[in-house]
């Protein structure tokens, strides 16, 4: 079979063709023809006689090829109208050789992020835009078009996104006031429309009415978007008040604050005591300084407030320690010695404005009590000898742990190799200088001990000189004496802090004869006896005593030994009394004298 055929329509440059069919076929599929064109064909049956004999009459016949698809549109733009409106836009370039007219278009659009699905909107050729309705607000959606002509559909466009306008979001919902004495709590619910974003805050604001007849509100605080209760303390009492709040959506430069809502109330009204909120000091725990609460509640999902003030003092509403979920005690700390407090536990809804408090409580914390205890007769003063190690200690009754303390050399520096170690204070070797007045200080409580080092003294080398016969008679000059004896005058002299020691013997009468031995010496306690006299610790006279003293004297304090000798009835002198009084800090400088 013999198929020829010629482009009758769109045959600028022509388009023809043959097709020779081996067999006897009855139909035949001619390709590669040009869409939307017009062919004539001619179908003509060869034998194989001749190649002009051996063909058969020719038979005509016309058809025309279907169009193309449209192709695929291009948005040109997608803008939001409103908070639910889009716009979009587009083209489309058609080919009337290849195909028909564009018939229609369907706008598809969707949430971003979702696969694209209906709704679809068919919009009638030739218009290339629309508006899409009923969207939401502050919403990103996707949007592709598709062309339709007699061939069918073409493919969707490479889709676009754009979002929604944000509108302000409607007021606050169910706005409650509750007010106490000095404050006021309220409470709200989300609005029934967020505008298309996200509440990003609440803005709250109060007016004052009995200061300002003309409306004059003034910010308070803006809250996040969780917290839905809020309390306006430090207000008058007695006073009228309007509050209003309103939710705000702004977020990335976009959004708005919505209308308030508000409510008048007036401040008047104490919180209600509750009962059942028991509130406990343990006295166990009381010190100077802190003291461990304990409470108890019946409720759940509740939030406490502790309030501690002085006893004469009312209760600051901003001072208050905040505790939730299970905590049901404390330890209040920072408290002041021997002080009354007074102490309540408020307990508040976390989702709203019921507040209830408990009774007061009250409470006198130990008073402190400090005291250094060290060398000596244990607290006030004490006196070391040089190199001897001192330990003071600063004792505080606190009741509890004691704080920490600080060390303090009154005018002065604390030594260089003194350790402080707690509360105790270490001099590990004390020299005469280190003498001075220790303060130990803790929390403005402080106690002062006067501390004394001696001067080390060197022992007296034994005399060269030979035993004279009165040396003899008396036994020598005692060296120091162990038992105590009454001040004598001498301790009110003043020595200079450059003498170590002065061994001074008070004139002893005696005149020792060659002949008669013993005689003499009676006869010289004779004249003794009845030509001296002496005063003793009780201010008794005594006859006949002989004093015999040896004085230490540095610096500003002076010591002495000083014992008082008789003869007895045999001619030998006896020690009859010895004392060594403590050392005094005497007036005045003081020179080197010697002392009889």
Not at 357 to 383: A, K, R, Y
Not at 479 to 492: A, F, G, K, V
């Given at each position: 079979?013999?198929?020829?055929?010629?482009?009758?329509?769109n045959f600028d440059p022509p388009h023809f063709g043959s097709k020779i069919v081996p067999g006897q076929p009855t139909e035949y599929v001619i390709q590669d023809l040009q869409p939307l064109t017009t062919y004539e064909f001619t179908v003509a049956v060869l034998n194989n006689v001749s190649d002009v004999v051996g063909s058969s009459s020719e038979e005509n016949v016309s058809a025309m090829t279907d169009p193309l698809v449209p192709g695929m549109p291009n948005i040109t733009s997608l803008?939001?109208?409103?908070?639910?409106?889009?716009?979009?836009?587009?083209?489309?370039?058609?080919?009337?050789?290849?195909?028909?007219?564009?018939?229609?278009?369907?706008?598809?659009?969707?949430?971003?992020?979702?696969?694209?699905?209906?709704?679809?909107?068919?919009?009638?050729?030739?218009?290339?835009?629309?508006?899409?309705?009923?969207?939401?607000?502050?919403?990103?959606?996707?949007?592709?078009?598709?062309?339709?002509?007699?061939?069918?559909?073409?493919?969707?466009s490479t889709p676009v996104?754009?979002?929604?306008?944000?509108?302000?979001?409607?007021?606050?919902?169910?706005?409650?006031?509750?007010?106490?004495?000095?404050?006021?709590c309220i409470s709200w619910g989300a609005p029934t429309d967020d505008g298309g974003q996200n509440i990003s805050e609440y803005r709250i604001e109060?007016?004052?009415?009995?200061?300002?007849?003309?409306?004059?509100?003034?910010?308070?605080?803006?809250v996040g978007s969780n917290i839905l209760t809020y309390t306006i303390e430090e207000l008058g009492n007695d006073t009228d008040y309007r509050v209003r709040v309103a939710a705000n959506n702004t977020g990335n430069g976009e959004g708005a604050l919505g209308p308030y809502s508000s409510v008048n109330a007036t401040t008047n009204?104490?919180?209600?005591?509750?009962?059942?909120?028991?509130?406990?000091?343990?006295l166990y725990t009381l010190t100077a300084f802190t003291v461990s609460v304990n409470w108890t509640v019946t409720s759940e999902n509740m939030e406490f407030r502790l309030q501690v003030k002085l006893?004469?003092?009312?209760?600051?509403?901003?001072?208050?320690?905040?505790?939730?979920?299970?905590?049901?005690?404390?330890?209040?700390?920072?408290?002041?010695?021997?002080?009354?407090?007074?102490?309540?536990?408020?307990?508040?809804?976390?989702?709203?404005?019921?507040?209830?408090?408990?009774?007061?409580?009250?409470?006198?914390?130990?008073?402190?009590?400090?005291?250094?205890?060290?060398?000596?007769?244990?607290?006030?003063?004490?006196?070391?000898?040089?190199?001897?190690?001192?330990?003071?200690?600063?004792?505080?009754?606190?009741?509890?742990?004691?704080?920490?303390?600080?060390?303090?050399?009154?005018?002065?520096?604390?030594?260089?190799?003194a350790v402080v170690d707690g509360n105790r204070l270490i001099i590990s070797d004390p020299q005469v200088e280190d003498s001075g007045d220790y303060t130990c200080l803790s929390r403005n409580v402080s106690f002062t001990f006067s501390l004394l080092v001696n001067l080390l003294l060197p022992q007296p080398s034994p005399s060269p000189s030979p035993?004279?016969?009165?040396?003899?008679?008396?036994?020598?000059?005692?060296?120091?004496?162990?038992?105590?004896?009454?001040?004598?005058?001498?301790?009110?002299?003043?020595?200079?802090?450059n003498i170590d020691y002065v061994v001074i013997v008070v004139p002893l009468c005696v005149v020792i004869l060659l002949a008669a031995q013993v005689l003499f010496i009676i006869l010289c306690a004779v004249i003794y006896r009845s030509g001296r006299k002496g005063k003793g610790r009780d201010g008794d006279v005594h006859n006949n005593q002989v004093p015999v003293q040896l004085n230490k004297a540095y610096g500003r304090h002076v010591t002495h030994h000083i014992s008082t000798a008789v003869p007895n009835p045999v001619g030998e002198y006896e020690t009859v009394m010895s004392y060594e009084p403590e050392y005094e800090r005497l007036p005045g400088d003081t020179t080197e004298e010697d002392y009889i």
């Open positions: 079979v013999n198929i020829t055929y010629i482009a009758t329509s803008t939001p109208v409103s908070s639910t409106e889009l716009k979009v836009t587009w083209f489309l370039n058609t080919d009337p050789l290849t195909q028909t007219m564009i018939d229609s278009f369907d706008v598809e659009y969707y949430i971003d992020g979702e696969n694209p699905t209906e709704p679809v909107i068919a919009i009638n050729a030739p218009a290339t835009m629309t508006i899409i309705p009923n969207l939401m607000k502050g919403t990103t959606y996707g949007v592709r078009v598709r062309a339709n002509n007699s061939a069918g559909p073409s493919k969707y996104t754009a979002r929604t306008d944000i509108d302000p979001p409607t007021q606050v919902t169910d706005l409650v006031i509750t007010a106490f004495t000095f404050s006021i109060i007016w004052d009415m009995s200061e300002y007849v003309t409306e004059n509100f003034i910010l308070v605080d803006t009204e104490p919180i209600p005591i509750d009962n059942e909120i028991v509130l406990t000091v343990d006893l004469d003092d009312d209760f600051d509403p901003d001072d208050f320690t905040i505790f939730t979920g299970d905590v049901r005690g404390t330890i209040i700390t920072n408290l002041q010695p021997n002080t009354e407090y007074e102490i309540r536990l408020i307990r508040s809804e976390q989702s709203g404005c019921t507040r209830r408090t408990s009774p007061t409580v009250s409470f006198t914390t130990i008073e402190l009590e400090v005291e250094v205890s060290g060398p000596g007769n244990g607290t006030g003063n004490g006196t070391v000898t040089e190199g001897e190690e001192v330990v003071l200690i600063c004792d505080l009754n606190t009741g509890g742990a004691p704080p920490d303390v600080q060390w303090m050399r009154v005018d002065e520096d604390i030594p260089d190799d035993t004279s016969p009165i040396e003899k008679a008396t036994g020598g000059l005692p060296q120091s004496s162990p038992s105590l004896s009454p001040t004598s005058p001498i301790e009110e002299a003043t020595a200079s802090s």
